[in-house]
């Protein structure tokens, strides 16, 4: 009686539709508004507030509005189902990537997969940018597509260190660097080496541009690659603006997880470290030296912290996090003119 124009169903179906329904009306409904206010902006000649302001609520709408996605445990037709499907893509070779370096992949034993965020983790001029660029020529050389972002480097810069690491001692990147390249020997190293294969995409933001996580996804639905490797995290900015550093930090950290995650691909992120003691940097630094945050320690599905001593070719590498396998750690032996990088056992050091 007291709701008299309310006719119940009987039939009401399930919780669950009714809450997907309402979700999509809720995003529906939101982004008119958003997108109602970004033409506003543009109309009134705010180009680039209107950019911003898209950028940040579209991001909010997608971290309120984001699919969780779930599945039965006692199901053992879809337990069936992925096993088969993972035996099947490990035959053909195309889950994880490997390094060619024992030490790396006996410690993750199904390689770099999709879905996973790793952090290289160094003090400044150890070598984190070059081992990070040596594991994007290695997924590359068996038919990934790499994507690099880097904002430390201009994109022919970062080129030049692919390309010796790519030609294994063919190469000298001092002399690349300096243009002392034969114009017709690169010609032909390229039509034989390079030609047909997968692309190499390197970004860079030397015009000054911000680069968020939504400017990555950008990129991502752009070329489509197979491995993402930021350079380096704390240069980046998230999509959620914070004047606080280890706020940004924390934001930055956990949305590039998700990305990883709903993208299906792996992400590394070279991440900076503070040392405790400036007199040491030849050390291996801990998850608790991150800067800024120890947020990417915990978002990360691994952490691998580099360390070197002065004038030494020798890499210690130390798996600080390792979700997916032991915790352990190994040598490599480098030359970042030539871009030779080579396993070394501790016994022969």
Same mark, same amino acid.
């Given at each position: 009686d007291k709701f008299r124009d309310f006719t119940p169903v009987d039939e009401v179906g399930a919780t669950k539709y009714h809450?997907?329904?309402?979700? /999509?009306?809720?995003?529906?409904?939101?982004?008119?508004?958003?997108?109602?206010?970004? /033409?506003?902006?543009? =109309?009134? %000649? =705010? %180009?680039?507030?209107?950019?911003?302001?898209?950028?940040?609520?579209?991001?909010?709408?997608?971290?309120?509005?984001?699919v969780i996605r779930d599945i039965d445990a006692t199901d053992i037709d879809s337990a069936v189902a992925y096993f088969e499907n993972l035996a099947r893509q490990n035959e053909l070779g195309s889950i994880g990537i490997k390094t060619g370096l024992p030490g790396f992949d006996n410690y993750l034993p199904a390689g770099i997969t999709p879905g996973q965020l790793g952090v290289f983790l160094a003090y400044p001029g150890i070598g984190k940018s070059w081992f990070a660029l040596y594991m994007a020529v290695q997924a590359w050389k068996q038919g990934k597509s790499p994507l690099i972002i880097s904002l430390e480097m201009s994109e022919t810069e970062v080129r030049n260190r692919v390309f010796a690491i790519m030609g294994e001692g063919l190469w000298s990147h001092r002399k690349l660097s300096n243009g002392q390249v034969e114009i017709d020997d690169l010609k032909r190293w390229h039509s034989k080496e390079l030609a047909g294969k997968p692309e190499f995409h390197i970004i860079s933001n030397d015009? %000054? %541009?911000?680069?968020?996580?939504?400017v990555i996804r950008g990129k991502i639905d752009q070329y489509k690659p197979d491995l993402v490797i930021v350079d380096y995290l704390q240069l980046m900015s998230p999509n959620q603006k914070s004047d606080n550093e280890t706020v940004r930090m924390k934001n930055l950290s956990r949305e590039l997880k998700l990305m990883a995650i709903s993208e299906e691909m792996p992400i590394i992120a070279i991440s900076s470290a503070t040392p405790d003691d400036v007199t040491k940097l030849d050390t291996v630094p801990t998850l608790g030296q991150t800067a800024w945050s120890r947020q990417i320690a915990y978002d990360a599905d691994w952490v691998l912290a580099l360390g070197r001593a002065t004038n030494s070719d020798i890499l210690e590498c130390v798996f600080r996090k390792n979700r997916n396998g032991f915790m352990g750690e190994f040598l490599v032996q480098v030359d970042f003119d030539k871009g030779y990088y080579r396993y070394k056992d501790f016994e022969d050091n």
């Amino acid at each position: 009686d007291k709701f008299r124009d309310f006719t119940p169903v009987d039939e009401v179906g399930a919780t669950k539709y009714h809450l997907e329904e309402l979700q /999509a009306e809720f995003l529906n409904d939101s982004l008119k508004d958003v997108l109602r206010t970004t /033409a506003s902006d543009v =109309q009134a %000649g =705010q %180009g680039t507030k209107a950019l911003e302001d898209l950028i940040q609520k579209t991001s909010e709408l997608k971290k309120n509005t984001a699919v969780i996605r779930d599945i039965d445990a006692t199901d053992i037709d879809s337990a069936v189902a992925y096993f088969e499907n993972l035996a099947r893509q490990n035959e053909l070779g195309s889950i994880g990537i490997k390094t060619g370096l024992p030490g790396f992949d006996n410690y993750l034993p199904a390689g770099i997969t999709p879905g996973q965020l790793g952090v290289f983790l160094a003090y400044p001029g150890i070598g984190k940018s070059w081992f990070a660029l040596y594991m994007a020529v290695q997924a590359w050389k068996q038919g990934k597509s790499p994507l690099i972002i880097s904002l430390e480097m201009s994109e022919t810069e970062v080129r030049n260190r692919v390309f010796a690491i790519m030609g294994e001692g063919l190469w000298s990147h001092r002399k690349l660097s300096n243009g002392q390249v034969e114009i017709d020997d690169l010609k032909r190293w390229h039509s034989k080496e390079l030609a047909g294969k997968p692309e190499f995409h390197i970004i860079s933001n030397d015009n %000054g %541009g911000e680069v968020t996580p939504s400017v990555i996804r950008g990129k991502i639905d752009q070329y489509k690659p197979d491995l993402v490797i930021v350079d380096y995290l704390q240069l980046m900015s998230p999509n959620q603006k914070s004047d606080n550093e280890t706020v940004r930090m924390k934001n930055l950290s956990r949305e590039l997880k998700l990305m990883a995650i709903s993208e299906e691909m792996p992400i590394i992120a070279i991440s900076s470290a503070t040392p405790d003691d400036v007199t040491k940097l030849d050390t291996v630094p801990t998850l608790g030296q991150t800067a800024w945050s120890r947020q990417i320690a915990y978002d990360a599905d691994w952490v691998l912290a580099l360390g070197r001593a002065t004038n030494s070719d020798i890499l210690e590498c130390v798996f600080r996090k390792n979700r997916n396998g032991f915790m352990g750690e190994f040598l490599v032996q480098v030359d970042f003119d030539k871009g030779y990088y080579r396993y070394k056992d501790f016994e022969d050091n």
